[in-house]
Each structure stands twice: as structure tokens, then as C-alpha cells.
């Protein structure tokens, strides 16, 4: 059996659709209160195990529970929070690895064929049967930033963001800088490819930016590279364009603090320029135009990250 411990929808329905080739049944849990309930009752082979819980009962305390009971229970420990603090705790309490949020499928399984053996082959299976090429590891070459108007042929994946039926922002925002000049009905399309956050001022949102665009629809934000402030976004202020790159960096991250109510809509590159490239219109070079118009304003540019 697989427990799944997390208390948004979305982030449930992905993992349990990533992993139902396992042949595995699921236990879902909220809260804290209703995994503790479920891992004294039943013996589990995996959990994967939200980090911020509502109620007192966190991830860390349901991971040690875990590690009590049964000590060979493999635990992947899900978290939109960077900080190496927080990710050594969640080490000491007994998490064998770490997924930062947003994830993909695709990182998932990877993930998960490496702690259950018994899961690889059957995650295997399934991937060469839909014909998914994994993501490869990442290179220790210098990344160059570099536009491309193709869709990366190594990362044909399925969906590297979750996309919830409510993505789409209720509220009134400006189009952003890097969509200006599109079709108002494109920039809707494009909006509900991603998932929106709601953050609070001095709120924080880990951000995977070789993996995702970011769009900051309402409000401002701090940008904090490696924990040093490189810049700020705006309103219409976009984030992770500057590399739409050939190959993913999975720990290229960054930080967003709120300075006051903001709200961000963060996008799968891949899914981003499949939807551009699919279309019989011309619009990506309307794209790839604003992108080289806003890039020199981009905070990143100046990190060692794009120095290299």
C-alpha cells in the first residue's frame, strides 16, 4: 500500500495518477491527525508525505511516526520550501529523499524507482508503454541562457504541472510583459496551463526557474537566489523566460517573498511552448520578440547561475 499525506486536491490526484501503475492501493490523508490514524493501522511500502499540514501535527512529526512503526517504509517528503535547514530536519526525522513543489509525474516515478525496487519495473512498463522519455539527470556543464521556439524533443512529457479545474485567476490582472501584443484568448489559454498562488506579504514560493515560468498577475515579489536578494518582479513581471533551455536543471531554484498579496501563476516551460508550437499562427515570434525586449531587465541575468 502507498499513503499519500497532503492536503491540496491537486497535488493528491497527482500522485496517485503518477502511481497507479504500481497495482498498489492508496490511503489519502489531510491532516496530520489522519496519517498518524491510517500508519498505526496499516503497513505501508511507501508515503509520500506533504511537509506543511493544517492543525500541530506536521511532516516531520508523521515522518518519525512512520520510521517508529515500520522502519522499512520508504518516505519522499514534499515541500515548495528550499531552505538546506528545513531539508536536513526533514533528514534527521527520517525522510529517505525530497521532492521540491511543483513537481512532475515523471520526477515522482523516478523517485520512486529508486527507494521501492519492487515499483521499478512496473513504473518502467508503463513509461516505454506510453512511449515517455524520464528526464534525464542533470548536466555539471555551464547552462547558457539561450531562447528556443522548438519543444525540447528529451522531455516529452506528459504534464509537468498539475493543472487544477480552477487555474484560471478570478480576479481581474493585467497581462503580462512577455504575452503583450497576443490575443486576449491566448493569454487566457496560456493562464490555465498553470497553477496560481495566493501569497500573503513576507510569504514565500520556491520556484524551479529552468523548469517553470512565472507570472506575477497581482502584487510584488522579492527574488532570492542561493538566500542573496537579486531583484524584485512587479506586476506583468515574469520569471524563468530567460532560459527556455534544452535541458533541465533540477535544482536551479529561487525564492519569491511577497511584499504584500501577491498573485502568481507558475507554468510548465514544456507545456508553455507545446501549446505555442502547436498552433498554425505565428504567435511564438510575437513571444520570442518580448522576450528579447524584457530579458535585460531580468534579475537572474546577474546571478552566478547565468555567469558561468
Sequence with gaps: MILVVDDEPI????????????????????????????????????????????????????????????????????????????????EKAGADTHLLKPFNPEQLQQKVALLVPEFKKKLEAAAAARKLITIPAPSSAPVEATLITTVPQPLAVEAAVPEPADAKPQAEYLAPDMLANLPEEIVDDVMQLGIIYELQAQERQTINFTESITFVLTGQADCYYDELAIGSLKTGDAIGYESLMKNIDPMAYIELEAAEETRLCIISKIEFLKYFCSRQDDYISVLEKNVRKILPQNPLLNTDYYKK
Design 11 to 90: 497535488y493528491q490526484k497527482l500522485i496517485t495518477n503518477a502511481l497507479k501503475e504500481t497495482g498498489e492501493d492508496f490511503d489519502v490523508a489531510d491532516d496530520g491527525y489522519a496519517a498518524i490514524d491510517k500508519i498505526q493501522k496499516n503497513k505501508y511500502l511507501l508515503a509520500i508525505v506533504d511537509l506543511v499540514l493544517p492543525g500541530p501535527v506536521n511532516g516531520n512529526d508523521i515522518i518519525k511516526r512512520i520510521k517508529k512503526i515500520n522502519p522499512d517504509t520508504a518516505v519522499i517528503v514534499c515541500t515548495g520550501y528550499a531552505n538546506q535547514s528545513i531539508l536536513s530536519k526533514t
